[in-house]
């Protein structure tokens, strides 16, 4: 662990792969415990799936047209939100039940990368960094983009908390109540889209999932108000990216795999904490 401690303190891209897992850390804290409070979590994953779409165009665009100002993160940002948008439309205009949208999306989002894997030279050797993640990779402009996507989705979350919390826990009442629950659905998801792209960039499309989800899990084990449970998951999803990359780096292991190795074994610890509570007291 001092070697990695040395090693942050002289090496410019390790400070910069902390500090966008403390970025990503942020908005997974806040949107998690909405995903995971909603039910949405298999929608989010379809996001997520999505994005590979929207890498695959940009590196395409990249280096077969030459649009050197357009990175990775771009086409991912970008295709996060249409696939967010076409699942909370098209559910809605078009009655379509929500899973098979969900197959939908998740299959085209793939498929559509994949194609443009095919026809983008050398592009098939950055792919595994895509899918699994290379938080060691990110670069100046990416951290400026991610604070900017973390202060949206603050700033969202603060302004918008009680509608979609209202929205979450009871759409029903929250209808009742003349809140645009259908909005509030679409703004939900487009956080997620936005949390999503966060994530892949510190451990890749695949396992984005875990990383939005158990943090929040585990502060809802740990918390019993929505408010706490942010709060907790923030602390919990910068401890675990922080961990990640501190255990990764000196076996030089993939660091969004450590990650998420570490996430599952400290919510199968806290399971197995409430569950001998549970026992001792009955």
Known sequence: ???????????????????AGLLAALAAGIVGPYVVVRRISVIAGAIAHAVLGGIGAARWLHEV??????????????????????VALISR?????EDTLIAAVWAFGMALGVLFVSRTPGYARDLMSDLF???LLVQPSDLWLMAGLDAVVLAVALVWHRQIVATCFDPEFARLR?????????????????TVVLLALVVGIVLVIALLTIPAAIAGRLTRTLGGMMALAVLVSAGLTSAGLA??????????ATTIVLAVALYGLVLAGGGLR?????
Do not use: C
Request: glycine residues 10%; without cysteine; charged residues 15%.
């Open 278 to 282: 549970r026992l001792v007291r009955g």
């Open 247 to 256: 255990v990764s780096y000196g076996p030089d292991l993939p660091t969004g």
């Open 178 to 194: 003349g809140i645009n629950t259908e909005l509030v659905h679409l703004l939900l998801l487009l956080l997620a889209a936005v």
């Open 65 to 86: 047209h030459g649009w050197t100002a357009l990175r990775p993160v771009h086409g991912a940002l970008a295709a996060a939100l249409l696939a967010a948008l076409a």
């Open 93 to 97: 205009h078009f009655r379509e039940r």
């Open 133 to 135: 993640g290379n938080v």
């Open 1 to 19: 662990m001092s070697g990695f401690v040395d090693a942050l303190v002289a090496h410019e891209f390790l400070q910069r792969s902390l500090a």
